[in-house]
């Protein structure tokens, strides 16, 4: 008894481009947003109010759509599974871009009503940006009351506002923060 050998599967050129939008449309968002918007939306999101449930929500409406958009035509069964394994893994390469490029961007179109907060000042630091030799500067910071809406973290900070805090060293500082369009803690101003 003699075993057929399976035959290849055919899929047209734009089968494999197709599969790598979930990861090529968010970066296109994100520069387009850059050269648009800039920094003229407030991005600057709190620690542990981050968007990463809504970078997965829209990596996986990315990842489902390409899917379809690249199956489309084809019959084979083994190629859309392929392209299932494939969208899905590049999808989760586009996870970052979505939670940490383009939803803060969006998440700072519309704040709601700003909120003074006092926070415990516990260190400061820098560290180099990559490939570059710019420095981002950063406060790590903790609410002085419990029922804060922001949490204890990590803030980054203007170069100014961590000039004046190393030379002025308070135990208490202010931020203002206000809530976003897709419900995170934008933070507007540090005193």
Same mark, same amino acid.
């Given at each position: 008894?003699? %075993? *057929?050998?399976?035959s290849?599967?055919?899929v047209p050129?734009?089968f ?9 449309l968010? $970066?296109?968002?994100? &520069?387009?947003?850059m ?7 407030p ?8 968007? *990463? @449930?809504?970078?997965f ?5 990315t990842? &489902?759509?390409?899917?379809?958009? $690249?199956i489309?035509?084809?019959a084979?069964? %083994?190629?859309? *599974?392929m ?8 999808g &989760?390469?586009?996870?970052p871009?979505w939670?940490?490029?383009? &939803?803060p =961007?969006?998440?700072?179109?519309s ?9 415990t000042l516990?260190?400061t630091e820098?560290?180099?940006?990559s490939? %570059?030799?710019? @420095? ?6 903790a609410?002085?009351n ?13 170069e /100014?506002v961590? /000039? ?7 135990? =208490? ?7 976003? @369009? ?6 507007? $101003?540090?005193?």
């Amino acid at each position: 008894m003699s %075993r *057929k050998p399976a035959s290849r599967v055919s899929v047209p050129p734009s089968f494999f481009p197709k599969l790598m939008l979930p990861f090529f449309l968010p $970066a296109i968002l994100t &520069l387009v947003l850059m050269f648009t918007v800039g920094e003229s939306w407030p991005r600057n999101i709190a620690p542990g109010s981050g968007l *990463k @449930l809504w970078g997965f929500g829209a990596t996986a409406v990315t990842a &489902l759509l390409a899917w379809r958009y $690249a199956i489309r035509g084809i019959a084979d069964p %083994r190629a859309h *599974k392929m392209a299932a394994a494939v969208c899905g893994v590049v999808g &989760l390469m586009g996870w970052p871009i979505w939670s940490i490029g383009i &939803l803060p =961007s969006i998440n700072g179109v519309s704040l709601g009503p700003a909120e003074t907060v006092r926070m415990t000042l516990e260190r400061t630091e820098t560290s180099q940006e990559s490939r %570059r030799r710019r @420095l981002n500067h950063w406060a790590y910071l903790a609410p002085a009351n419990p029922d804060a809406p922001v949490g204890a973290g990590r803030y980054f900070i203007a170069e /100014d506002v961590h /000039d004046d805090w190393n030379s002025r060293r308070p135990r =208490s500082v202010s931020l203002t923060t206000a809530e976003g @369009l897709l419900g995170a803690q934008v933070v507007t $101003a540090f005193e």
